[in-house]
């Protein structure tokens, strides 16, 4: 059975930075990983999401302020989030095993295994 929990949420001001991670247990099909956050009333969005081989991908809004990584066992999966805006602002989930193919990795739709979300608020 796989596992995803996610921490490192949490309360922040505009500027600030945060990192998220993400454990997975069990034996996922692959170890692509990912990142996705959503807001009320809003749909899942993915943030990024990082392939078996270590090639990324990111949404535009967050690009060059967040960075995806993994542990060497890729049984961990990390999102450094930097100069963080109020926009931002969202419960944050992560994701494993995708199907990878870079026109819809950012899909949530291609992950198999979710976490149960940990909130970042950032206050301007």
């Known amino acids: 059975q796989v596992q995803v929990m996610e921490s490192g949420g949490g309360s922040v001001q505009a500027g600030g930075s945060l990192r998220l991670s993400c454990a997975v247990s069990?034996?996922?099909?692959?170890?692509?990983m990912g990142w996705f956050r959503q807001t009320p009333g809003k749909g899942r969005e993915g943030v990024a999401v990082?392939?078996?081989?270590?090639?990324?991908k990111y949404s535009r809004p967050v690009t060059d302020r967040f960075a995806i990584s993994q542990d060497n066992g890729k049984s961990t999966v990390y999102l450094q989030m930097n100069d963080l805006r109020p926009d931002d602002s969202a419960v944050y989930y992560c994701?494993?095993?995708?199907?990878?193919?870079?026109?819809?990795?950012?899909?949530?739709?291609?992950?198999?295994?979710w976490g149960q979300g940990t909130q970042v608020t950032v206050s301007s």
């Open positions: 994701a494993v095993e995708c199907a990878w193919d870079e026109r819809f990795a950012l899909l949530p739709s291609n992950f198999g295994y």
């Open positions: 990082i392939n078996d081989d270590g090639t990324t």
């Open positions: 069990g034996h996922p099909y692959n170890r692509c």
